[in-house]
């Protein structure tokens, strides 16, 4: 049973994670996205909004229950299914990422960003802050995330999905490259 | 009920695949390991293959099935938008399905990504009218 704990390779993970498209069609005709729920949840709030956020958004509801089961997805993935051995990490990322001063590599979710602590420090404003703001705005500008663009609309064969993808990796690359190594 | 089924299902493929992993991000923005490309690729084969079978047929509750196609435009938004959301992506090995995980899985301070992810849709909601798209 040690399956269960150990990290699932990517051609057992890849396909399930794609069949959730089919799944959500078969389950209500729903188009699979996440972060529509960022748009759902700003238009949830009172006041004034602009244009954008004003629609019904309880006809969404769905796309939010979705959300609420990633986070208790989440709770089973790390308690029931945690993996007991160390998190491995490519030898060669290892040493480019040591080069540029982590230190740490020993969880899944390195404590020299994720941790309350280092919101205190440039590095932790930029990628927790800075970070959350790009992904946000960015994935309302272009219509989508990984999910919605990444899986669904690549599934779907939809040529603006994959200049968003070609967009991902772009940024991706120069956070990676250009950006990460002068905030470290 | 069965959204939050689907949703748990999703975040559980997303921990075990270690797709909420800041160091799976960085070995494949560094083209260092093919976990990730296998995972987003085989997903978007699997996907694929799956709309085949389903799109145009009705599901149990009567509605045929489908995926409304993204209006092109100029394009100008995918790329602009995409790019926006890779430096943040990049940054932070965090995207939108993977923060809900992650505060399930109890990284508190997830939450303050999420409300400044909020913070960026409101801005992008803002500027909308005066962005190419």
């Known amino acids: ?184 | 009920m069965r959204y939050v089924l689907a949703g748990a299902a999703f975040g559980i493929l997303l921990t075990k695949s270690e797709a909420i992993s800041w160091f799976r991000m960085q070995e494949m923005f560094r083209f260092q390991s093919f976990h990730m490309y296998g995972l987003l690729f085989s997903a978007a084969g699997a996907g694929a293959l799956g709309l085949r079978f389903v799109k145009g047929r009705k599901n149990p509750r009567g509605e045929t099935m489908t995926l409304a196609p993204k209006k092109i435009g100029t394009g100008i938004r995918y790329l602009a938008g995409g790019i926006i959301f890779g430096l943040g992506w990049g940054l932070s090995g965090v995207c939108p399905g993977p923060v809900f995980t992650l505060i399930g899985r109890g990284v508190g301070v997830a939450a303050v990504f999420l409300l400044s992810a909020l913070a960026g849709t409101w801005a992008y909601a803002v500027l909308r009218p005066r962005l190419p798209h």
């Open chain 1, 1 to 184: 049973m040690d399956w269960i704990t150990r990290p699932w390779p990517w051609w057992i993970a890849g396909p399930l994670l794609g069949l959730m498209v089919p799944l959500l069609l078969w389950l209500g005709n729903r188009p699979l996205g996440i972060s529509g729920n960022l748009r759902h949840l700003c238009a949830a709030l009172p006041g004034s909004k602009p244009d954008f956020l004003r629609y019904e958004w309880r006809t969404q509801i769905w796309n939010l229950l979705f959300a609420a089961g990633l986070v208790l997805g989440g709770w089973i993935g790390g308690h029931w299914l945690a993996d007991p051995d160390p998190f491995v990490v490519a030898a060669t990322t290892r040493a480019d990422l040591a080069a540029i001063g982590v230190t740490r590599f020993d969880a899944m979710v390195p404590v020299e960003i994720f941790s309350w602590d280092m919101l205190g420090t440039a590095r932790g404003l930029v990628i927790l802050i800075g970070g959350g703001f790009l992904v946000g705005f960015g994935a309302r500008y272009a219509g989508g995330c990984t999910s919605g663009h990444g899986v669904a609309g690549l599934a779907d064969l939809q040529i603006g999905s994959l200049v968003a993808v070609v967009g991902f990796f772009i940024g991706g690359l120069i956070a990676t490259f250009l950006l990460l190594p002068r905030i470290w």
